[in-house]
């Protein structure tokens, strides 16, 4: 040294002591080994440098703690959950933390060691053990997460989105004034923040996507062409075309055009022809190449005087007077109840094709001398089908019990 002519120094108002080792010609170090010999010159808070309540308490060494200031514009309480907020003459600002948003949480800092007052310095328990204050509405072992309700609070019920998730620490004491946590604070993520996410521009119903090629997931608009259906339209069902295959499978297929079980009027007291049902068939219930059947048609007739004479019509439009008969059979006066069958009623083109349609039978499966009557009938347009019956003497009585028509 250039100035040997020392040899023990106290430094004014503290108990740290500079000693002089002439053999060695080094200077050695002796101060205080606990906080309590200190000496605090000044109220508390006055001092910024050595104060009762700013100085690590016994047994820092468990604990990281970090300086701050509280320019808020009012004081932060002990325990309060911080964020840094900016910066000024070297120290960070902190401000009340609140898990709403992303500005006010993400950046969570850790809690108070202690009160702070508006412009003062304080220490913020970064890691560690806090101690000292209120737990008692908490349980041991509870964890800790920043409240999404009140702004430097904490909570014991795990968030969930909205609200922005960041974990405090946990409850290793539970007491009204000697509560201890033990702080670790762990921030929460935004999707977009995942260091293999790219989210661009997000908007509603894409999906997230790896892309091999950036080895990163990706935003993605998960529409037709994204899936391979580029051809794909808003058809409507009734409207959407298919297959010749599948059209020819079903024309192979027996589809029911009318099925009635229920009971029709019962016709008395005239001898008049008399409707007893109408049916619609839709535009392309059959096509220029198809059969047409009367599967089951069956009639009850009470009274045994006269016959009966029931008909099938077809018609384009849904007018009985202007139908043509495609079936008929005239009930024996004896006869109680009789089932029509026709199995053959092809079309051809625009035109049904009937076995003598007005010659009484109860069956199509007879022999014929005559060849099929052509009937026009349009297979692409409604059409409709008339049931009709009369009676050959007032005092009989006949009904419809059920009727089954399909191709």
Known sequence: MANKNFKDYAIAGSN???????????????????????????ANGVNPFITALDIPTAGQAGTLVREVKNRTGATLTKGTVVYISGASENKPLVSKALATTDLLSSRTFGL????????????????????????????????????????????????????????????????????????????????????????????NNQALIYESSTDLWKNKTVDKTFVGLSNVDNTSDVNKPISTATQTALNSTIKTVVRDAAASSTI?????????????????????????????????????????????????????SSATTIATYTIGSTILTATIVRNSLPIRGNNIRPLTPTVSLLTDVVGSLSSPTNIGFNPAVENFIFVSVQLGNLADSIFQSNFLLTN
Not at 16 to 42: C, E, H, M, R, W
């Open 16 to 42: 740290i002591v500079l000693t002089y080792d002439d053999i060695n010609d080094k200077v050695t170090f002796a101060g205080p080994t606990q906080t309590s010999q200190l000496t605090n010159n000044g």
């Open 112 to 203: 108070l060691q202690s009160d702070i007052l508006n412009n003062g310095l304080g220490y913020c328990v970064v890691i560690g053990d806090l101690s000292g204050f209120n737990t008692s509405s908490f349980t041991e072992g509870d964890q800790l997460y920043l409240s999404g309700v009140t702004a430097g609070s904490v909570t014991n019920v795990k968030p969930v989105a909205p609200i922005h998730l960041v974990y405090v620490g946990k409850v290793t004491r539970s007491h009204p004034t000697l509560g201890q946590i033990e702080v670790g604070i762990q921030n929460g993520y935004e999707l977009e923040e995942i260091h293999d996410v790219l989210l661009t521009t997000p908007t």
């Open 268 to 320: 008395t007291g005239t001898i008049a022809e008399t409707l007893l049902g109408t049916y619609t068939i839709p535009a392309n219930t059959f096509n220029a190449t198809d059969l047409m059947r009367i599967a089951a048609l069956t009639f009850e007739k009470t009274g045994v005087i006269g016959n009966a004479t029931v008909r099938v019509k077809v018609g384009s439009t849904n007018v009985f």
